[in-house]
Structure formats: structure tokens, C-alpha cells
């Protein structure tokens, strides 16, 4: 199994700010998929954000953009102008399409925005 | 966003018994569906890899006779805990891939076992 390090269990930031959350991953694999996906109290797992390995240019999707760096094996992903429904867990995961498409976790941030 | 519908949400089963989990992918065929655990405030756990016509994958660790799963048709897998006992008691998560990539994964709203 590939391993996925999510070094910030529990996180804060006020509405309206930024904030950055951080994973790493460790595979010997050139070409992979690396996500963010959001669990919000509900449990039912959304994505936030995909990046493929293969191309340079950061992804971003509205407030959510990520700062993937292949060499050093990081995928932070950070939020701008925070909002009160971004409260949930945040988890960093990463998937091989070479061995079987298996999506592999981290540990999980707890993020709260306060009001 | 294509949808993976999960059944029962919640279950309660006395200690001993059987109880099956279904995943169905309403709006695309998913020749690979994916099993996970989770734990309080903890990560998904992947348990087994479900491939429509072939017998499952299973990680290492995961009892294969006690986590029967079945995936009959391009929509369906089904997660068959048996003989429940009470550490069977957690969250179950089911996941589909669209898509020839495998790369658009799509989740279950989870099903809370509860072994008493």
C-alpha cells in the first residue's frame, strides 16, 4: 500500500481567510493521481480537488487550489476566503491506474472555519 | 456528479449473524468498486478491491471469509459481513470508478454497522 502522511490533525482559521493543509505521499511511481476530498459530519465523501502527476500546472476549482510538488512528493492543498461550510475532515488520498486504480488515505485533517 | 448509492445506511445485527451491505452505481456501469472501514475520527481503510465477474482483491489483513463480497453486475457489489461480532462494528464506505482511468471515483454515503 502506498503511504499518504497528513502531518496536521486539527486545524482552525477564521471565515473569510486562508489556509493551507498539508500531505505528503511516498511512491516510486511516475505516473498517479493525487486528490482532496472533503468528509463533511454527514460522512459521505466529496472531492474537492484532482491533480494528475503527469502535468505540471497546479489544479484549482473555485476557492481550492493545491501546490503539488512531484519532487518532493507534497500535494497541499489550500482554501481561500474560508467559509463556514468548509468545516469538515479533509482527507489527502492517492491512487495508482497502473495497479488497480486503489485510492490510499491519509489520516485526515480536521478542519474548523470560525465564525 | 454520477451517483453511488449505499444500502442500508445504518444496521444493528445481534452478535453471530450475517448482515450484507449493497453499493450500486445508479447512472454508470462501474467494473470496479472499492470497500473501506472507517473508524472513528479515522482515515478509510481500504479493504478490498470488487471487479465485476472476478473474485475480490483483498488488503492485506482482511479477512476474506469474513468480508464476503460479491460484484454480480456492472452496477452492484454487495459487502457481506458474516458472523458479526462486535469489533466488526464500524463504518463502511463503498466507492465506484467511472471511467476507463479509474481517475473520477465516486462514494457511498456509508453504512454504520452496529455488532450488539
Redesign the interface.
Known sequence: AQTVTQSQPEMSVQEAETVTLSCTYDTSENNYYLFWYKQPPSRQMILVIRQEAYKQQNATENRFSVNFQKAAKSFSLKISDSQLGDTAMYFCAFMNPNTGNQFYFGTGTSLTVIP | ?AVVSQHPSWVICKSGTSVKIECRSLDFQAT?M?WYR?FP??????MA?SNEGSKA?Y??GVEKDKFLINHASLTLSTLTVTSAHPEDSS?Y?C?A?RGP???E?F?G??TRLTVV
Not at chain 2, 475520527?41 to 481500504?46: A, D, E, R, T, V
Open positions: 456528479g470496479t472499492f472507517q475520527k479515522q482515515s478509510l481503510m481500504l478491491t482483491t488488503e492485506q463504518f464506505i466507492s470508478l482511468h479509474g481517475a471515483a462514494f454515503q456509508g
